[in-house]
């Protein structure tokens, strides 16, 4: 048996998420989705998912009827995603700084904001959504907000084995800094060799008066707030119109 360490290893990490993951945190935000997105929009509306990763929302989407561009910063991600989703339109982009024309009647995002590592950053990405979409664009997103850290999310412990792969996920808070650390380490079998992967995303806590903010400054407007689960390390949703 051997071994080889990569650090990070972007295309191991994707195709976990990929094969594992992706599908199940979907699941879970599905009854969000269809309450808040789905339900304001038309079958056939142009629809940007902003950080799509792997494509499974992409992919719902589109057997919906609606038209669907995903962008992401991951050629990894954006590989699997036009496997899923092979009707969608990818584009690799960092989400604080695409241009695109303001042709979308909606955007949406899971699981991704926080990766934004300041206001400005957040800002940002939230000022590209604004420009890519038409007039009274709809714009949902999820994000987990500073109550959700502090109610459990730090020193989660993940893990979990398959016949080709393992891995263990921890979480590291530090309240002070509103930081976070995902640490990933795993192993998956590939051309008859185990291959370890291993990475530290770091993720950045908000106040939801900061995302509001954050909003309005660059012209959202009607902004409301739903808490999931408050009292949980769960995500909350925003609603925006352009």
């Not at 496997?83 to 009647?105: M, T």
């Not at 995302?211 to 407007?221: R, T």
Request: some cysteine; charged content about 20%.
């Amino acid at each position: 048996m051997s071994f080889t360490i990569t650090h990070p290893d972007y295309n191991l990490i994707a195709s976990v998420n990929n094969q594992y993951y992706s599908q199940d945190y979907l699941d879970y935000n599905l009854p969000f989705i269809n309450e808040l997105f789905l339900s304001k929009l038309p079958v056939s509306s142009n629809i940007l998912d902003v950080c799509c990763g792997v494509g499974r929302l992409a992919q719902m989407l589109l057997n919906k009827g609606f038209k669907v561009t995903g962008i992401d910063s991951s050629e990894a991600m954006l590989h699997y995603a036009r496997e899923n989703a092979s009707n969608g339109e990818f584009i690799f982009s960092d989400a604080r700084y695409f241009d695109l024309p303001p042709v979308f009647d909606a955007a949406i995002s899971t699981g991704a904001f926080n990766h934004f590592m300041c206001y400005e950053e957040l800002k940002s990405a939230f000022e590209s959504v604004y420009k890519a979409l038409r007039c009274n664009g709809l714009f949902v997103f999820n994000i987990l907000l500073e109550q959700g850290f502090q109610a459990g999310w730090n020193d989660i412990v993940l893990s979990d084995a398959k016949n080709d792969c393992a891995w263990i996920v921890k979480h590291i808070y530090n309240p002070e800094e509103k930081i976070g650390q995902i640490k990933i380490t795993g192993f998956r079998f590939i051309e008859e060799s185990w291959r370890r992967f291993e990475d530290i995303m770091l993720v950045k806590s908000y106040a939801a008066d900061e995302v509001i903010s954050a909003l309005e400054n660059v012209g959202f407007k009607q902004v409301r707030v739903y808490y999931s689960e408050p009292d949980k390390p769960r995500e909350t949703y925003f609603v925006a119109y352009k």
